[in-house]
């Protein structure tokens, strides 16, 4: 994958969009449709050639790409007043972390992959959104990255977090999250990039937002 400021902008993106998708979960109960599909595809999907068609185009990234802005900026969004979010902050530290313990270790990655290659075979009687789909996937992260550690502990209302199957895509989203931090190191990102870059990345997905409308 080329290194450029867009590939990591597009990966950021991702990586906050997936955090979006949690944070829709954990705060009202659900989440959107084509997001989590977005998601899903993104595991699933393994000879994409570049990454907004892995998302289905940079117009299914919006959401990613207005999180990156905001996360990016000062300590409030300038046009809106609103302050970051710290979950979302934490969240993607969390994840960049833990994508990083991943590909340290060689037996869990394994098993990551030849999970996902049977959650695959699935797709050949199953659409995508099926439970069954959610399920695999969510019961493979459990079996895999959670055993890496520290557990990404998600905030939100109780009565939505209890639910089993709002659990199941959380985990979904979370391991989908670990798939965009793996495109964001192989486009050449990094702790300094991520400080350094932090300019070059909001003009990007500016530019990104404003060509998807």
């Known amino acids: 994958m080329e290194a450029t400021t867009r590939n990591r902008t597009l990966a ?3 990586l906050f969009q997936n955090i979006d998708g949690v944070m829709q979960i954990a705060r009202k109960g659900n989440v959107d449709e084509d997001l989590y599909k977005s998601a899903l595809m993104s595991l699933l999907v393994d000879d994409a050639p570049t990454i907004e068609s892995l998302y289905g185009g940079v117009s299914e990234m919006r959401v990613g790409l207005r999180a990156l802005n905001h996360q990016l900026g000062g300590a409030t969004n300038a046009a809106t007043g609103e302050f970051k979010d710290l979950d979302a902050t934490r969240y993607s530290l969390n994840i960049l972390y833990l994508e990083r313990k991943l590909q340290q270790d060689e037996t869990i990655l394994k098993r990551v992959l030849s999970g996902i290659t049977d959650v ?3 797709l050949l009687e199953l659409d995508v959104l099926h439970p069954i789909i959610t399920t695999r996937l969510a019961e493979l992260y459990t079996q895999t990255i959670s055993k890496l550690g520290p557990r990404i502990i998600i905030k939100g209302e109780q009565a939505y977090l209890s639910s089993p199957e709002n659990a199941a895509k959380i985990r979904v989203l979370l391991m989908a ?3 965009a ?3 964001w190191q192989q486009s050449g990102g990094n702790r300094w ?4 870059g932090r300019g070059a990345m909001q003009l990007e997905a500016s530019q990104l937002l404003r060509g998807s409308t």
């Open 12 to 14: 950021l993106a991702a």
């Open 120 to 122: 695959q075979q699935l």
């Open 177 to 179: 999250g670990i798939r």
């Open 181 to 183: 931090a793996l495109l």
């Open 193 to 196: 990039k991520l400080f350094f």
